[in-house]
């Protein structure tokens, strides 16, 4: 219940640890799970000290139990065991100490630990943190690689030993953990946190030999699972266990069977890649030179055409058909030309036979009037009239004789 208390009426110390204590009394007893982290049985002691910590939050809490009870399990616990506890939360007034006092001690087996994770696994599957459209690939040559691994650990010299003789020039940024026990989870969470927030880090690889499914436990906690999940730089899971593969394998971007497939994977191999690079150098030089001998080949086909080779040669067989065209034109016009003229000549000799002209040039006359009308009848004319004769080489005057008209 809450209390009034100010500056002026402040609660001593040991009324607040009292009170305290009687509000933590009034808890009942918890199953609770943990992992022991300190285990302490003195000898002849009839109180076993121990510390249960959560290794995803990094909190711990002292835990006592009398002997029968720890003994009841000492040949299946030990330190780095997970257990659950019946226990009930229990007040040190004078140190100020909250403790747990266990009734119960039972360890979670390995089918148990294994049907714990197939929950979790299917839980976060079912939020979505292990589809493969969340799968970042990786680049082709990293040039500054994060590695989270135990110290001085095989894992970690088989990824910089194989990562160097595949590429020599690669660079590393190393983080080391704890890679089991209570404190694997938060360090290995940090380390990964920290090399993502690098910006030069590629691609982050985290490393570990192999082990028993207890060993791997902190691969498969949910508190790292999603600190993978929200990293936005490519993560590579090698923990090097196939039989019962970690939930950080179905997180990661990608998966290798081992810390050394690891550097295979995330780092090329120089000799392959000059060897590509020189397969693919040969393949363009044959494509190149293909398509020059294509070429030629159809340049040679089109030079060797007539038309190209000797270009002028259809202008001479056209000019001597055109050449023989106007000798044709020019005969035809001039028979054409030739029997014109005939005709005009015929037509012309017989317009100049026919013509008064003509006539007049025999000998003949054309006797005309003053108004210059042709005498054609005698009686078209009177006594003394006064005529006009054209002849062919002019014309003169004429007057009719009287005695014309007998």
Known sequence: MALNTSAETPLPVGEVSRLIGGWIDRLGAVWVEGQI???????????????????????????????????????????????????????????????????????????????????????????????????????????????????????????????????????????????????????????VKDLDAIDDVDVIIVARGGGSVEDLLPFSDEQLVRAVAACRTPVVSAIGHEPDNPLLDHVADVRAS????????????????????????????????????????????????????DPHRMIDERADHVASLIDRGRRTLGHLLDRADSELTHTHARVVGLSPAATLKRGYAVLQKADGHVVRDPGEVTADEALRARVAEGEFSVRVDARSDA
């Open 258 to 309: 081992t810390p050394t497939d690891a550097a295979k994977k995330v780092v090329p191999d120089v000799g392959e890649e000059y060897e590509r690079v020189r397969l693919l150098r040969d393949r363009a030089r044959r494509c190149v030179a293909a398509f020059i001998e294509r070429e030629e080949r159809g340049l040679a086909h089109a030079l060797a055409r007539p038309s190209i080779e």
């Open 37 to 191: 982290t300190q285990l302490s049985r003195r000898p002849g002691a009839g109180v076993v000290f121990l510390t249960l910590r959560d290794p995803s939050y990094d909190i711990s809490v002292s835990v006592t139990c009398y002997r029968q009870v720890f003994d009841a399990v000492t040949d299946v616990v030990s330190e780095g065991a997970r257990v659950v506890v019946l226990a009930k939360p229990e007040w040190y007034a004078p140190r100020g100490q909250l403790s747990l006092r266990a009734a119960e001690i039972r360890p979670v087996g390995v089918g148990e630990l294994l049907a714990r994770l197939e929950q979790l696994k299917k839980a976060l599957a079912a939020e979505g943190l292990f589809a493969v459209e969340r799968k970042k690939p990786l680049p082709f040559l990293p040039q500054l690689i994060g590695l989270v691994c135990g110290r001085a650990s095989a894992a970690e010299r088989d990824v910089l030993e194989n990562a160097r003789h595949r590429w020599p020039a690669v660079r590393f940024e190393v983080r080391n953990v704890a890679v089991q026990g209570v404190h694997a989870v938060p360090q290995v969470v940090q380390a």
